[in-house]
């Protein structure tokens, strides 16, 4: 197999400059992806890199069109023999729900790596160069394939379906739950914490036509029923509460949402807090409810879409995807 790597360019800060190495503001998606594979050539990388730009933006802008202008891109390079996998450069701010969206709807036979960066391309200390001599470091490497969609920060390397954003500025801002980096990585070495768990896996979604709208609802103190019925108005196709803890609410918050999952709305808890499980509660059969266990609201809102979009609404079936590694 070819060595060439494909780099899907969509902006954020590791695009992005200031104009100067000490502003704290700067505008994303400023630099073009063949200015960005030159700077990486004179790094002395020499793996063959592929670059095309789908977006220049910041990923708080990126949603379900360019995710499925990305799925069209890499489905195709995953059944092109003369590539050996896919790079993107993305924003951090959504990074990890763009990762899980394309976790859940592509084979996992090839490579497909998420980067960004934290610090602008012109800003002291930046970070961007790095990281992605890091990506192309990790894609490059045939036990990278099996695992699913890969994000590389800091040194690391996480699973789409376990990384999260956890610090609005730190260079290691980058956390996984339930495992942590799943690899170190540097431009000259790579260390995996284990063997591929997803190896030659078909996609497990196929790409829908409609994202069906989901809404995430955040748990807070003095929280009320009319909040529920606020967002119910909205006609969502399913509904994810961000509870407290384990994913409570107060209790005539609970008792809208079992209306809601008895009327046929699909109600997913899940926790506000940063880690830990949201298990079954004894309630969930009566009430209905769908407990999120280790995803956050985020990643519950883009799985129940997938699920709904799927043809799945029964709470068994949505649960069984919820329990799955």
């Known amino acids: 197999m070819s060595r060439t790597l494909l780099v899907l360019a969509t902006g954020g800060t590791i695009a992005g400059t200031a104009g100067s190495a000490i502003r704290r503001d700067y505008r994303p998606g400023q630099i073009g992806i063949e200015q960005f594979v030159s700077q990486i050539a004179d790094l002395g990388i020499d793996t063959p890199l592929i670059g095309k730009q789908i977006a220049n933006i910041g990923s708080e802008n990126i949603g379900p069109e360019i995710w499925a202008t990305l799925h069209e891109e890499i489905s195709s390079a995953l059944a092109d023999p003369e590539i050996a996998g896919v790079i993107i450069t993305h924003g951090t701010d959504t990074a990890e729900e763009t990762a899980f969206a394309l976790d859940l709807t592509l084979p996992t036979h ?28 990790l894609a490059s490497d045939r036990d990278a394939a099996g695992r699913g969609v890969l994000m590389v920060m800091g040194d690391r390397a996480f699973a789409a379906r376990d990384v999260r954003k956890a610090h609005t500025e730190s260079v ?23 063997a591929p768990w997803r190896a030659d896996e078909a996609a497990r979604f196929v790409w829908p ?71 079954r509660e004894p309630e969930d059969d009566a009430n209905g409810f769908v407990a999120a266990r280790a995803i956050g609201p ?20 949505i649960q069984a995807a919820f329990d799955r590694r």
């Open 298 to 317: 985020a990643k519950a809102r883009i799985l129940l879409q997938l699920l709904l979009a799927s043809g799945a609404n029964d709470a068994a079936t």
């Open 172 to 194: 290691d801002a980058f956390r996984g739950f339930p495992r942590d980096a799943i690899a170190m990585v540097s431009p000259s070495s790579l260390e995996w914490f284990g």
């Open 209 to 279: 036509e409609h994202w069906p709208k989901v809404d995430i609802l955040f748990a807070h103190a003095g929280m009320s029923a009319k909040d529920v019925a606020h967002a119910l108005a909205a006609e969502p196709a399913g509904v994810v509460i961000a509870g407290f803890g384990t994913g409570n609410m107060p209790d005539p918050v609970r008792s809208a949402f079992v209306d809601a999952a008895h009327s046929g709305v699909p109600v997913v808890r899940a926790s506000r807090v940063d880690e830990g499980l949201v298990d």
């Open 110 to 137: 090839k490579p497909v790596v998420l980067v960004g960066a934290m610090r602008a391309a012109d800003a002291v200390g930046s970070d961007g160069l790095r990281n992605f001599a890091n990506a192309v470091r």
